[in-house]
């Protein structure tokens, strides 16, 4: 183990496979914290009423064990290292929260075409606070598909977080192919994980999430994503699919994300 919590190994893992599978990277101390988070965020009021999928986004600001972790943890510095770089800005966070009848599973996608950034690497943590494994939800990724510079036109969702609709690609996007009927094509990566572990993934990697088939257990997994310093703002105000909650009137394309919806989380 290096210094700053990861191997050179793992981060070759990283930059082959686009995911690589901490294994109990944080500690007691932490999951407390977070289970406590989780406790509290769930006790908030859906922005949208007819969401059954909890899935709110912006939390690190409004629940303060969430925000610990995204700016006090070996995470922003684990991303630094990931990404190969010298600063670190936080895009976001989100809860997901699975109930024993969500038994859709989400479509594939890539996340960075839904991010208004371009220019530079993101990266996404996904901390279960659950033990997590197919039956549910766990996340599916077709490796080194990160690699393809393979910008898919994002889908549109409905209320449940399935995407229901798939634009027309506009300029600089490409349609994203039926990867279900192709899974024999691609090797599919997936991990059983427990709290203390910690997913590490590309914002370029294409994923899916899987439905939770138990019928009796509820899956919680909290997300960071985080994007290295050479990128910058792009405004996709036009793009179907984008993810409305990130856009920033004060930014013009081509500025650093540097600002208080951005902050800076981690520099050398």
Same mark, same amino acid.
């Given at each position: 183990?290096?210094?700053?919590?990861?191997?050179?190994?793992?981060?070759?893992?990283?930059?082959?496979?686009?995911?690589?599978?901490?294994?109990?990277?944080?500690?007691?101390?932490?999951?407390?914290?977070?289970?406590?988070?989780?406790?509290?965020?769930?006790?908030?009021?859906?922005?949208?009423?007819?969401?059954?999928?909890?899935?709110?986004?912006?939390?690190?600001?409004?629940?303060?064990?969430?925000?610990?972790?995204?700016?006090?943890?070996?995470?922003?510095? $684990?991303?630094?290292?990931?990404? #190969?770089? &010298? =600063?670190?800005?936080?895009?976001?966070?989100?809860? @997901?929260?699975?109930? +024993? !009848?969500?038994?859709?599973?989400?479509?594939?996608?890539?996340?960075?075409?839904?991010?208004?950034?371009?220019?530079?690497?993101?990266?996404?943590?996904?901390?279960?606070?659950?033990?997590?494994?197919?039956?549910?939800?766990?996340?599916?990724?077709?490796?080194?598909?990160?690699?393809?510079?393979?910008?898919?036109?994002? $889908?549109?969702?409905?209320?449940? #977080?399935? &995407? =229901?609709?798939?634009?027309?690609?506009?300029?600089? @996007?490409?349609?994203? +192919? !039926?990867?279900?009927?192709?899974?024999?094509?691609?090797?599919?990566?997936?991990?059983?994980?427990?709290?203390?572990?910690?997913?590490?993934?590309?914002?370029?990697?294409?994923?899916?999430?899987?439905?939770?088939?138990?019928?009796?257990?509820?899956?919680?997994?909290?997300?960071?994503?985080?994007?290295?310093?050479?990128?910058?703002?792009?405004?996709?105000?036009?793009?179907?699919?984008?993810?409305?909650?990130?856009?920033?009137?004060?930014?013009?394309?081509? !500025?650093?994300?540097?600002?208080?919806?951005?902050?800076?989380?981690?520099?050398?």
């Amino acid at each position: 183990m290096s210094a700053n919590g990861i191997t050179n190994e793992q981060v070759s893992t990283f930059a082959a496979d686009g995911a690589v599978c901490l294994r109990g990277i944080l500690g007691r101390d932490w999951l407390e914290r977070l289970w406590e988070a989780s406790d509290e965020a769930m006790t908030m009021p859906p922005r949208d009423p007819e969401q059954r999928y909890f899935r709110r986004i912006g939390l690190w600001r409004e629940v303060r064990g969430f925000g610990e972790l995204c700016r006090d943890s070996i995470l922003p510095r $684990l991303a630094a290292r990931f990404l #190969g770089t &010298r =600063k670190v800005n936080l895009l976001y966070d989100q809860l @997901f929260v699975k109930e +024993p !009848d969500m038994v859709d599973r989400s479509a594939w996608h890539n996340d960075q075409p839904y991010w208004p950034l371009r220019g530079g690497p993101a990266m996404t943590f996904s901390v279960p606070l659950d033990h997590v494994d197919e039956s549910l939800g766990a996340i599916e990724f077709i490796r080194g598909s990160h690699l393809w510079n393979a910008w898919y036109q994002p $889908l549109q969702g409905d209320e449940e #977080g399935r &995407r =229901k609709s798939q634009p027309a690609p506009r300029p600089g @996007f490409i349609e994203m +192919p !039926d990867f279900d009927a192709e899974r024999e094509r691609h090797e599919i990566l997936s991990y059983d994980m427990e709290p203390g572990d910690v997913l590490a993934f590309h914002g370029m990697l294409v994923h899916a999430g899987t439905a939770n088939t138990t019928g009796t257990k509820t899956r919680r997994a909290y997300t960071v994503r985080y994007v290295s310093g050479s990128a910058r703002y792009f405004d996709t105000s036009d793009i179907p699919g984008r993810n409305e909650r990130l856009l920033n009137p004060d930014l013009r394309p081509g !500025d650093p994300l540097d600002c208080d919806m951005f902050p800076v989380v981690y520099r050398e």
